[in-house]
């Protein structure tokens, strides 16, 4: 059974950092993609950043850049939102998302853990 769960979720200030990690277990493919999405209360889900397993590309979401970084640990299962500068609207439920392919996309979401940036 595929799982995956985030951790690293909690309340900071503004300008702090936080660092979010999503644990992938149950995995029987080499080759995925994991994303980190956010949803803020009234907001639709939207995509900050993902990152290729094998090759290693990321793609960040513009608003985040310079402040958000992703990574993996391939030998963990484990990849990485590391966010620092952090701003009151980056405040949202953080999801990690991989994507697999077998034959069709494939998607498998985590629980999401809370980031919630105080003034």
């Known amino acids: 059974e595929v799982q995956l769960v985030e951790s690293g979720g909690s309340l900071v200030q503004a300008g702090g950092s936080l660092r979010l990690s999503c644990a992938a277990s149950g995995f029987t493919y080499n080759d995925y993609s994991i994303g980190w999405f956010r949803q803020a209360p009234g907001k639709e889900r939207e995509g900050v950043s993902c990152?290729?397993?094998?090759?290693?590309?990321?793609w960040t979401l513009d608003s985040v850049w310079g402040r958000f970084t992703i990574s993996s640990d391939n030998a963990k299962n484990t990849a990485y939102l590391q966010m620092i500068s952090l701003k009151l609207l980056d405040t949202a439920v953080y999801y990690c998302?991989?994507?697999?392919?077998?034959?069709?996309?494939?998607?498998?979401w985590g629980q999401g853990t809370q980031v919630t940036v105080s003034s």
């Open positions: 998302r991989a994507e697999v392919w077998i034959g069709a996309f494939r998607y498998f």
């Open positions: 990152i290729s397993r094998s090759t290693g590309s990321t």
